[in-house]
């Protein structure tokens, strides 16, 4: 059992942190996007 669950830990870690990059990337981009985004409209 503690094998599977280093397994998923393995396998679940690079997503949280792909998850974790993204979600930083949209906070830092949504207000700058957003901006353009009214503008272009």
């Known amino acids: 059992f503690s094998s599977f ?3 998923l830990l393995g396998i679940y ?3 949280i942190l792909l998850f974790t990059v993204a ?7 949504a207000p700058i996007a957003g ?3 009214m ?3």
């Open 13 to 15: 870690t690079p997503i």
């Open 39 to 41: 503008v272009g409209t």
């Open 23 to 29: 979600m930083i990337t949209l906070v830092a981009l």
């Open 35 to 37: 901006y353009t985004g």
């Open 5 to 7: 669950r280093k397994n």
